[in-house]
């Protein structure tokens, strides 16, 4: 077994059983830390699939933003007394179906034996200044664009929460 391969199969370790973590545990708090390790775990998996680029963004916007908002919304919004959330009694049953439907379909592919094409084996070179020069060159005004949108969300938001609190 060659070292990559035994960071692969932490990576993916490291991806799946916080995954299981987060769907199972009764605790939303032990989830969020949970959901963290799986993106971070997602995020080495992008790296060695040599989309550097898109580990980057994990790391950025998943765990660096969402992920913490996440955890801030649910550490100040958990009452003291009742630190744990509840769940219905049959919460697991439409996981365990959709899980169950899946590994079927997965057998099933797996089963036909198709032959899957397979790309020529090229090395792995970095994207993100190729990407960053299309995206401030040839394609600046949907960059822009995007990005006066999502600040005219973010300006919505913070007008609707300021009116709430009124």
Known sequence: MKPSDLFFVLFALMTVAPAFVVAFSRSLVHSAFALLFTLVGMAGLYGFLAADFLAVLQILLY?????????????FTQKAHTPEATTGR????????????????LF????????????????????????????????????EAASVVLLTVLIGAVAIARKELR
């Open 63 to 75: 765990v660096g933003g969402i992920l913490v908002l996440i955890l801030f919304g649910v550490l």
């Open 90 to 105: 049959f919460a697991f049953a439409p996981v365990l179906l959709v899980g169950a439907v899946l590994f079927a379909v």
């Open 108 to 143: 099933v592919v797996l089963g036909i034996g198709i032959s899957w094409p397979l790309a020529e084996e090229r090395p792995a070179e970095p994207t993100i200044r190729t990407l960053g020069n299309l995206l401030l060159s040839r394609h600046l005004l949907p960059f």
